[in-house]
């Protein structure tokens, strides 16, 4: 059974900082990523890892420089550190792993809520 385990969301003031983790388990992935979705908003795109050569990807400049992906493809365990959080910030993260070399992300996790007040 393949499972995708985030942790580390919580509530945190605006500049404060967050580190989430997802653990995955059941099978190996290409890359990984991390997406968030906001209340009343579609799920978007954060962040990608591409574990053959760690490779990043991020969304644009809203996250770009205050949000680090890395992680441990022994493990099969990625990060995301947060910093600088805005109040916009606010969402449910998810990961979510693909499979082949194109992301396509076949598997997710439940997700984690992170909540910023100002």
């Known amino acids: 059974q393949v499972q995708l385990i985030e942790s580390g969301g919580g509530l945190v003031q605006a500049g404060g900082s967050l580190r989430l983790s997802c653990a995955a388990s059941g099978r190996t992935f290409s890359s990984m990523g991390w997406f968030r979705q906001a209340p009343g908003k579609e799920r978007e795109f954060v962040a990608r890892?591409?574990?053959?050569?760690?490779?990043?990807?991020y969304a644009d400049s809203s996250v770009k420089g205050r949000f680090t992906i890395s992680g441990d493809n022994t493990k099969n365990t990625m990060y995301l550190q947060m910093n600088s959080l805005k109040p916009e910030d606010t969402a449910v993260y998810y990961c979510?792993?693909?499979?082949?070399?194109?992301?396509?992300?076949?598997?997710w996790g439940q997700g984690t809520q992170v909540t910023v007040s100002s």
């Open positions: 890892i591409r574990w053959s050569d760690l490779k990043t990807y």
């Open positions: 979510a792993g693909s499979i082949g070399v194109a992301p396509e992300y076949e598997y």
